[in-house]
C-alpha cells in the first residue's frame, strides 16, 4: 500500500499529478518531469535530514498512484499533504493509505499531532477528512495555527489528528472486530 519514495516512480507520478482536478491541491506542485524529478530528489533527501516524511501511495497491484506525506515537522507535529491520481478517486485508497501512513507515524516516530490545512473550496477533501472518526476540526482549539495559515485572506480549514484519539479509534476498531468474530463463531 506504501513504500518509500523511489525516482523510477516519477513519470506515473507526475502524469496523476497534472490532472487538473488534482493539481490544484498538490503541495509539492511541478510544471513539468524534470521539475517533478528535482522536487522527488528534495523530498528524499529532507526525509533523510528528517525535515519530512514522504510515502508513495500504491494500488492493489503496487503501481504508484499518488502521496502521501508529513511536512514540515517540529516538535511532534507535522502537517499530512494527500494526493492521489483521479484515476484513483473513490476507489477506496484514501483511507487505507492514511491508515498505514499513521501507524507508521504515530508508532514508530516520535510524531504526536498530525494537522491537516485544507482549502474552504476543496470540498472533496473536507468531506473526506470530516469522514475520518479520530479527525478534529481545530479552527477554533487551535486558534493560533488558525491565523497563521490564514494570515492575508481566509483560505484554509484547520483539522487535527492527536495521536491519542487515533490510538482510541484503533483500540475501539479492535473490539469492534473481535465482537463480529464472536458472533460469527457462535
Known amino acids: 500500500m506504501l513504500k518509500k519514495r523511489d525516482l523510477q516512480d516519477s513519470h506515473v507520478l507526475f502524469e496523476l499529478m497534472s490532472h487538473p482536478d488534482v493539481f490544484p491541491f498538490v503541495r509539492q506542485k511541478a510544471y513539468s518531469y524534470d521539475e517533478f524529478v528535482f522536487v522527488s530528489k528534495q523530498t528524499i533527501e529532507a526525509e533523510e535530514r528528517g525535515e519530512l516524511i514522504s510515502r508513495t ?3 492493489d497491484w503496487g503501481a504508484p498512484i499518488g502521496t502521501i506525506n508529513l511536512f ?3 516538535d511532534g507535529a507535522g502537517f499530512l499533504g494527500t494526493w492521489i491520481g483521479k484515476p484513483y478517486h473513490g476507489k477506496g485508497y484514501n483511507g487505507p493509505a492514511k491508515d498505514a501512513f499513521f501507524q507508521e507515524v504515530f508508532y514508530e516516530r516520535d510524531i504526536e499531532t498530525i494537522f491537516m490545512r485544507i482549502r474552504k473550496e476543496n470540498i472533496r477533501s473536507i468531506k473526506a477528512a470530516e469522514k475520518l472518526p479520530y479527525v478534529v476540526k481545530a479552527n477554533d482549539t487551535r486558534k493560533t495555527i488558525y491565523e497563521q495559515l490564514n494570515a492575508t485572506s481566509e483560505i484554509y480549514d484547520l483539522y487535527e489528528i492527536p495521536k491519542d484519539q487515533y490510538s482510541l479509534y484503533l483500540r475501539r476498531e479492535m473490539v469492534q472486530i473481535g465482537e ?3 458472533r460469527l463463531e457462535a
Open 72 to 74: 514540515d515537522i517540529q
Open 57 to 59: 501511495i500504491l494500488d
Open 180 to 182: 463480529d468474530s464472536h
